[in-house]
């Protein structure tokens, strides 16, 4: 059984950069064919896709996020983590990392959720 587990600062300074960590157990994060993806639901509002890194080849990421977010897969450790850079209080958030048998940065394509995690970026 697949279980996900986010990790990470829950309170960031403006300007700086968030970090996040999502550990994967019960399975491998390059089983062929999975993507791994990041999304986040700020306060009072609906989730968005923040990027996906597959099982192999080029990470896909939300175009109005591409020039601050970074994805990165550790298959070493079977995790993957998400940097962005230069957060604003707008940033604040629950983030989440899930698994999808699709590249689609729909939320309906993604069966495998953490529990998610807040991170709120105040000084």
């Known amino acids: 059984q697949v279980h996900l587990q986010e990790s990470g600062p829950g309170l960031v300074a403006p300007s700086q950069t968030l970090s996040l960590t999502c550990t994967v157990s019960g399975g491998s994060i390059t089983t062929n064919w999975y993507y791994w993806g990041w999304f986040r639901q700020p306060p009072g509002k609906g989730l968005e896709w923040m990027g996906a890194v597959p099982f192999a080849g080029m990470i896909y990421y939300n175009p109005s996020l591409e020039s601050r977010t970074s994805i990165v897969r550790d298959t070493s450790k079977n995790q993957f983590t998400l940097q962005l850079n230069s957060v604003t209080p707008e940033d604040t958030a629950v983030y989440f990392c899930?698994?999808?048998?699709?590249?689609?940065?729909?939320?309906?394509?993604?069966?495998?959720w953490g529990r998610g995690t807040q991170v709120t970026v105040s000084s």
């Open positions: 899930a698994r999808s048998a699709d590249a689609s940065g729909s939320y309906t394509a993604y069966d495998i």
